[in-house]
């Protein structure tokens, strides 16, 4: 490996490198801060070398990664999101249980995971990094075992993960018999010139089983409510964005870089995937009462506006879709945060009873809690909006007037359960405002302002983000 490509490497090689030190210290000596400092220090120095690896890109590291702005980008994405859910953990599981360090380890695997999926230019290195995040999060969601709702949680994921992961390489063998080719640069869809559509289709077919699994569309997305109310909050928030980012970073390499997207069939399989997540996942939202779970659905529905922007393609796309995902990355940490901070050492605070009266016991958790939904919603001033304009103009641009309609259509559902939740918040009566007002962690708390702040902030001024957004995404589309 040439010294460029190590340079290039660099933020990988830290994020690999950390666990491995927090294994060898908690093999010494278990503390629950030093653990947590550890994690954020490795993360902040595997994000600051982003600078220095970029002076390095593009370049090819074998023909498993390619490092160039787009990997960078997202590799920066998904250590800016574990940031948080290392906060938010600190704050969790300090009290809850005597081997919290062990967390840790499990979330900056999992991270390494998700930053080579960002990276992957080959079948190898997506199995590679799929796998990394697949078995991190199986202990991961099951992590409190003494609980009933995790182990089923973690079993659930753990089944329908290695389904997912046999139909991902079943569809790799089929497209390496046919192209004789695992690196997505060299293969080329053309329906003109390939041969043999027959062999091609369903291969792409069992690809996109395989990931849609991991990004909790319909038909995909059976785990995801129990998995979401049975996993720590911390863990939750991590398989909401982190984990789904990372697919979709892998979602646009392979698809627009091989050209398989330019495939009538798949288009359409995209789009009725599109539809049904909308509909689904804002409707099932509709009948929950659990706010865990009305979170889970509402990922589900946010994945399916995401396809809207995917199906567009063309240069807006990209760019669309990322600066979406981040403000997704911001809210839903946001809000699995304020679920963290509400939680009981017996069980997460989901029932939205527990929610009911919150503003006059804690004003301050329930105006951030507040900004978090009314960004999932789409409200002005907050990046939910301007990411939500974007992927309609996207949508637009290709005259994608179907999915467009559904996507307002089912945000307009949407507002509704955002709405209930908001007005459980501020609604008083003597058997709700009464009680103890709940303890914000100094970890918990600093998460929450750092991401309110960017979620008013790219709202309001969103015009570096997307600047820095089209540099890395140039090319693609």
Known sequence: MSRAQVIAMLPLLILAATPVVLMVGVA????????????????????????????????????????????????????????????????YFEG???????????VLVAALGSAVLAS??????????????????????????????????GIKYLILAAASAAFLLFGMALIYAELGTMEFGAMRFDAATNTHPAILLPALALIIAGIGFKLAVVPFHMWTPDVYEGAP???????????????????????????????????????????????????????????????????IAHLGYLLVAFLAAGDLAPAAITFYLVAYFITMLGAFGVVGALSGPRADAGGLAEYRGLYWRSPVIAALFTAMLLSLAGIPLTAGFVGKFYVVAAGA?????????????TSAIGLYYYL?????????????????????????????????????????FPQPLLEMIRNATAGFG
């Open 397 to 409: 641009s290709r005259a994608l007037w179907a999915l467009v309609f559904v996507l307002v259509v």
């Open 233 to 299: 909050a911390p863990a939750a928030a991590f398989i909401a964005t982190v984990s789904k980012g990372a697919m979709l970073a892998l979602l646009l390499r392979f698809f627009y870089g091989s050209g398989a997207h330019g495939y009538e069939p798949v288009a359409v399989v995209f789009a009725m995937i599109a539809i049904a997540s909308m509909i689904a996942g804002n409707v099932l939202a509709l009948l929950q009462d659990n706010v865990k779970r009305i979170l889970a659905y509402s990922s």
């Open 28 to 91: 010494f000596r278990r503390s629950h801060a030093a653990t947590a400092v550890l994690s954020l220090a490795g993360l902040a120095a595997a994000l600051a070398s982003l600078r220095t690896a970029a002076a390095a890109a593009p370049i090819q590291v074998t023909p498993l990664l390619m490092i160039d702005a787009y990997a960078l980008f997202y590799t920066g994405l998904i250590l800016s999101a574990t940031i948080p859910v290392v906060l938010l953990s600190w704050g």
């Open 96 to 106: 809850r249980t005597r081997r919290p360090e062990e967390f840790y380890i499990l």
């Open 420 to 460: 209930r939740i908001i007005v459980a918040m501020y609604s008083r009566s003597p058997a709700t405002t009464a009680g103890e007002p709940p303890r914000l962690a100094a970890a918990t708390g600093v998460a929450l302002a750092i991401l309110t702040f960017l979620l008013v902030a790219f709202g309001v």
């Open 120 to 153: 992957a230019n080959h079948f190898i290195s997506l199995f590679l990094g799929l796998e990394l995040l697949s078995v991190s999060l199986y202990a991961m969601i099951a992590y409190l075992h003494w609980r009933d709702l995790p182990v089923e949680a």
